[in-house]
């Protein structure tokens, strides 16, 4: 029976090296699929994994409907047994309903792949309405990790390396793009937008890898030993995870 399957995680946690290989495994034993994807940071009609694996694919617009899109393909006489789904956190719910349809209707397996919430944390419309009607949410065994070595939960947007909780809901942008912002006061700059990915507390403190590093600095210039038992201990990469400095 097939089955409405939603990939899910944060950025960077293999989302789309997964597509690819499921894509890869199921055409390798004579299944035939469509590779859908939108807004690929790589660009229109692509897939892209940073692992460096990339490959075409049909972009979404708005005006996709899953349904023709499918039957047209059979109408064909082309085999369609799934179809692969990436960056499906920008499709539209209707969309996501055109997924299930043809799932229940006609016996394609539909995997999603996307990131369930955005930079302010609320769910993106199309994840909402794919976590409402999937047969199975899979979270991805990968885990992103936060700056201070715990598991990332959630996606932070920076501009011009500053941690921002307001802006448009879809910013096309990559996890290495944050930006030292002493280094963007130029004129005639535009901002960079980047995203990093954080644990929940340090998404709620606000407290990016640079924020981290620069307090971390701070610290070594106090005059005197900060109480060890304010480092968290979890073994943090940056600077601020070393014993002795303040606890963020
Ligand atoms: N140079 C590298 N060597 C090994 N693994 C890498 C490298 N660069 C990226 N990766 C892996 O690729 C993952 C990101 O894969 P990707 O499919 O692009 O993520 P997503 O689609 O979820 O944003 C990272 O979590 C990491 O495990
Ligand atoms: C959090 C967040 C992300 N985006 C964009 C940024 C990337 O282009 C994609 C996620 O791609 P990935 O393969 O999972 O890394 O989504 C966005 O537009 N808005 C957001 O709030």
Redesign the pocket.
Known sequence: MAELVFFS??????????ALQMDHNHRARGRGGVRFSRNDRAGKSRI????GLQTDAVEVGDGTDFWEEVMRRRTQGQRVDYLIC?EAQFYSPEQVEQLAKVVDEIDVDVFA?GITADFRTRLFPGSQRLIELADRVQV?Q?E?LCWCGRRATHNARTVDGVMVTEGAQVVVGDVDMAMDPAATVESGHVPVVGYETLCRRHFMRRVTAHGANLMAEQDQLLPFEVDACLWHGTGGTGAAGAPGGTAI
């Open positions: 995680g944060t950025m960077d946690c293999g989302k789309s090296t997964l892209s994994s940073r692992l990436d792949f991805l990968v992103a």
